[in-house]
């Protein structure tokens, strides 16, 4: 059973720094794209960012080009979205999501239950 | 970049009834085209992908079609576990934006 636990949500201030994490488990992690795709509370859904499965080639979204970064550590299992010079327009739930294939041009599978991500001073 | 719309923003229908959602790309984008149902209080899930082919365990009722623009998600018979929002998603190249969604409820 595929499964993606997003953690390191939290409450941070403008201008401040988080990293997401995303644990996978059942399925081959190295042979599949990922993606970050977020929701701010009421809204609809917005893609963030995409990493490939083994080259490892990324694309983001224009609102956070430059301040986030996505990474993935095939060893451990895991995707990583790093969040610098964040705004309040980063409130969202983040989640974390598995594409069908290893391409990021790809549609999604299967998804997390998402982590809360809330910048405010 | 590709601007993706849906319509309408929301619909109201009894249960049983046919039910399209439409969603257009302001360019062409082949069948690169998914559809996802998120049903309140849930995460999303995938419905269509390519356009037109039903992922593994989606009910019949719900299909898909389109290329290019212009792209239909159907609901042949509405039943009230199908009350949720309804995204498109074009995934040919980055950005992979999403439509902004189609509410459905029961009349």
């Known amino acids: 059973e595929v499964q993606l636990l997003e953690s390191g949500g939290a409450l941070v201030q403008p201008g401040g720094s988080l990293r997401l994490s995303c644990a996978a488990s059942?399925?081959?992690?190295?042979?599949?794209?990922l993606s970050w795709v977020r929701q701010a509370p009421g809204k609809g859904l917005e893609w963030v960012s995409a990493i490939s499965g083994s080259v490892g080639s990324t694309d983001y979204a224009d609102s956070v080009k430059g301040r986030f970064t996505i990474s993935r550590d095939n060893s451990k299992s895991t995707l990583y979205l790093q969040m610098d010079s964040l705004s309040a327009e980063d409130t969202a739930l983040y989640y974390c999501?598995?594409?069908?294939?290893?391409?990021?041009?790809?549609?999604?599978?299967?998804w997390g239950q998402g982590t809360l991500v809330t910048v405010s001073s | 970049d590709i601007q993706m719309t849906q319509s309408p923003s929301s619909l109201s229908a009894s249960v049983g009834d046919r039910v399209t959602i439409t969603c257009r790309a302001s360019q062409g984008i082949s069948n690169y085209l998914a559809w996802y149902q998120q049903r309140p209080g849930k995460v999303p899930k995938l419905l269509i992908y390519?356009?037109?082919t039903l992922q593994s365990g989606v009910p019949s009722r719900f299909s898909g079609s389109g290329s290019g623009t212009d792209f239909t998600l159907t609901i042949s018979s509405l039943q009230p576990e199908d009350v949720a929002t309804y995204y498109c998603q074009k995934y040919n190249s980055a950005p992979f934006t999403f439509g902004p969604g189609t509410k459905v409820d029961i009349k």
């Open positions: 059942g399925f081959t992690f190295s042979n599949y794209a």
């Open positions: 999501a598995k594409m069908r294939s290893d391409r990021i041009a790809a549609a999604v599978n299967y």
């Open positions: 390519a356009a037109s």
